[in-house]
C-alpha cells in the first residue's frame, strides 16, 4: 500500500477517535438520566474514553472479571471500549436482563452489524424479530430435525473417515462438519451445486470477521464485504431457481420463502448468513473441548464407550436397519451430561450484551439508559455458589437439574438460542462415531486456552487420529 493512503487511514481514524472521546467524555460528566436519586452499582469506572478497557484485555478477561466480583457484588460498573455498562453475575438478575425485552435490547458493533446484515435476526426486536425467530424456530424443532438423522450421520461418518492416520487440528475439521450440517439445515441435501461456492465465500467472510473494520481495499474487512456480497447474490440465484421450480422444501430457505413470510431476498440472505455464523464456530468449538475432555478423563471415555456399543449391539440383534435414529440419540443420557458439562465448564459464549432502553431500576440500582448491560453467563457457570468444585469436569453433576437460571449455555428469553436442539442432536451423532470406532491422542497436549472470539484450546487442539481395531 502507499504510504499516502496508509496517512489518510491513520488520519480517518484519529479523527474518528477524536470526535468519540469528545462525545463521550460529555456524556461521561453530564449524564442525562433523570432517576438520579438512585445509586448506580458499586464498582470503578477508569478513565473517559478507555475506561477500564485496559485492565480486562491485558489479563484474563475472567480473572477481570472475577476480580471485580469479589470486590463489588454480582453487579458492578465498569466502563469498556468506549461504553458505560454494569456486569452482571447473579442467576437470576441474569435471567431479568434477558427476558424483559422491552428494557433490554440486544446491541453489537456497527461492524458486525455490516459484515453479517443489517437485517439479520439478533440485531433486531418487536414483531420484525417475532417473525423471523417463528420462522427459524419452526425449523429446528425436534419434530423438523428428526428426519435429518441420517443425513447428519453420513456427514459426520464422511468427516470422521477422512482424518484417519492423519495428524490434524480439530477445531478445524470440527468446523467442517458443522458447516456441512448447517448447509444441510439450511438448503436440504440436493444443494451440492452451490455448496462449495458458499463455503467458499463464507471462509473467506470469517477471516474478516474480527479484523479491523476499515473498508478499503485490500484489507480483510474489505474482502469479507465483498465476500458477504457475493455470498448473497448465490442465496439470490438459489432462491430465483426454487421460485421457478414451485417445489415444497423443509429447511430453513423454504421456511424463509414461504408466502406467508413476507420477507424480501435481502432479508432471506442476511438471515441465512447470520445462521451459519451463529451455528458454525459454537458447535464445532464445544465439539472441540468434549474431545479434549474426553482425553483427559479416561473413565469418562470409558463410561461413554459403553453406553454407545450397547447401542450398537441392540441393533446388531434386531438386525434391522443399521443407522442411528432419532430415538436411539435420546437413548445418550451419559453423552447428554457429557455435553451440558462441557457446555459448563467451556461456558464458549463468556456472556453477551444487552443495553438498557430507558432508565432501569434494579434491585435499588440505577442502569442508565444507554448503558451496556452484560450477563456473564461463565462466571455464573464456574461459581461455587452454584456448582460444587466449578473447576473439575464432572458429568455425574447434572444428574441433578441445576438451581434455575445458574446454567444458560444458549441464553434465555426472546434471543435464546434458536439452534439448541440441532446443535446438541449433531453433536450427539459425531460423538457416536467418534466413540465407536476410532481412538485419538492429543499432540504435545497444552492447557493454554486461546480467544478467537470463543474460549478454544490452544492451537484448535491437534490431534492424531487412528481406526479402532
Ligand atoms: C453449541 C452450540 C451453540 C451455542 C453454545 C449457542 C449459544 C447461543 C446463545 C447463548 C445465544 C443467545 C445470545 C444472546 O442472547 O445474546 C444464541 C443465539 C442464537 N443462536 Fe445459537 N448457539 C449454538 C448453536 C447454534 C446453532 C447450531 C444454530 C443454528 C440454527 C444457532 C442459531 C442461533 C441464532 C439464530 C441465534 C439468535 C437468536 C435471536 O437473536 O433471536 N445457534 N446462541
Ligand atoms: C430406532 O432404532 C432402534 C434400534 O437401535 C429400534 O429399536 C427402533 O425401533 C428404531 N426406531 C424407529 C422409530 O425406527
Ligand atoms: C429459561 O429459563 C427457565 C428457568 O431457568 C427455563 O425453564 C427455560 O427453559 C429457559 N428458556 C430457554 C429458552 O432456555
Known amino acids: 500500500m502507499e504510504l499516502t493512503t496508509i496517512f489518510c487511514i491513520f488520519l480517518s481514524f484519529l479523527s474518528i477517535l477524536l470526535l468519540n472521546l469528545l462525545i463521550k467524555t460529555f456524556f461521561f460528566f453530564f449524564p442525562s438520566n433523570v432517576k438520579t436519586q ?14 477500564e478497557t485496559f485492565q480486562m484485555y491485558s489479563q484474563d478477561p475472567n480473572v477481570f472479571f472475577a476480580t471485580k466480583i469479589k470486590r463489588y457484588g ?18 437470576d438478575a441474569a435471567k431479568f436482563v434477558l427476558t424483559k425485552a422491552q428494557l433490554f435490547k440486544p446491541t453489537f458493533p456497527d461492524s458486525k452489524e455490516r459484515m453479517l446484515g443489517k437485517q439479520a435476526i439478533f440485531f433486531h426486536q418487536g414483531a420484525y424479530h417475532a417473525n ?32 484417519q492416520g492423519k495428524l490434524i487440528t480439530t477445531f478445524l ?84 420463502m414461504s408466502e406467508k413470510a413476507g420477507l424480501t431476498d435481502e432479508q432471506i440472505a442476511d438471515n441465512i448468513i447470520g445462521v451459519i455464523f451463529a451455528a ?12 479434549k ?54 461456558s464458549i459464549l463468556s456472556f453477551t450484551f444487552r443495553e438498557a432502553i430507558e432508565d432501569v431500576e434494579f434491585q435499588g440500582y440505577l442502569i442508565p439508559k444507554g448503558w451496556k448491560v452484560l450477563p456473564l453467563f461463565r462466571n455464573i457457570h464456574h ?24 446454567f444458560m449455555p444458549f441464553g434465555n428469553g426472546t434471543h435464546a438460542c434458536p439452534g439448541n436442539e440441532i446443535a446438541k442432536l449433531e453433536m450427539l451423532v459425531l460423538l457416536h462415531h467418534l466413540i465407536t470406532k476410532y481412538r485419538w491422542s492429543t499432540v504435545g ?19 492424531t487420529f487412528y481406526p479402532k481395531k
Open 38 to 51: 438512585l445509586p448506580l452499582p458499586p464498582g470503578t469506572m477508569g478513565w473517559p474514553y478507555i475506561g
Open 74 to 91: 454480582s453487579m458492578f460498573k465498569s466502563h469498556i471500549l468506549g461504553y458505560p455498562c454494569v456486569m452482571i453475575s447473579n442467576p
Open 132 to 163: 423471523l425467530r417463528k420462522l427459524v424456530l419452526r425449523t429446528f424443532t425436534p419434530e423438523a430435525i428428526k428426519t435429518l438423522v441420517p443425513d447428519i450421520e453420513s456427514i459426520a461418518q464422511n468427516c470422521l473417515r477422512s482424518w
Open 293 to 346: 475432555y474426553l482425553g483427559e478423563n479416561p473413565s469418562v471415555l470409558e463410561a461413554a464407550t459403553e453406553e454407545h456399543e450397547s447401542i450398537l449391539r441392540c441393533k446388531e440383534e434386531s438386525g434391522e436397519e443399521m443407522g442411528l435414529n432419532w430415538s436411539d440419540t435420546k437413548n445418550m443420557p451419559l453423552t447428554s451430561r457429557i455435553i451440558q458439562e462441557t457446555l459448563r465448564i467451556a
Open 280 to 291: 458454525r464456530d459454537t458447535t464445532a468449538t464445544v465439539l472441540t473441548w468434549i474431545v
Open 173 to 256: 475439521e470440527m468446523k467442517s462438519y458443522t458447516i456441512n450440517v448447517a448447509l444441510l439445515t439450511i438448503f436440504g441435501k440436493d444443494e451440492t451445486l452451490n455448496a462449495e461456492d458458499l463455503k467458499r465465500w463464507y471462509y473467506t467472510l470469517e477471516r474478516g470477521y474480527n479484523s479491523m473494520p476499515i473498508n478499503l481495499p485490500g484489507t480483510l474487512f474489505h474482502k469479507a464485504m465483498k465476500a458477504r456480497k457475493e455470498l448473497a447474490d448465490t442465496v439470490a440465484q438459489i432462491i430465483s431457481t426454487r421460485r421457478k421450480t414451485k417445489q415444497e422444501h423443509n429447511d430453513l430457505l423454504g421456511s424463509f
Open 383 to 406: 461459581s461455587p455458589d452454584n456448582f460444587k468444585e466449578p473447576e473439575k469436569f464432572d458429568p455425574s453433576r447434572f444428574e441433578v437439574a441445576p438451581k434455575p437460571n445458574t
Open 445 to 463: 497436549a497444552k492447557n493454554g486456552i486461546q480467544y478467537g472470539p470463543f474460549a478454544l484450546p490452544e492451537n484448535g487442539l491437534p490431534m
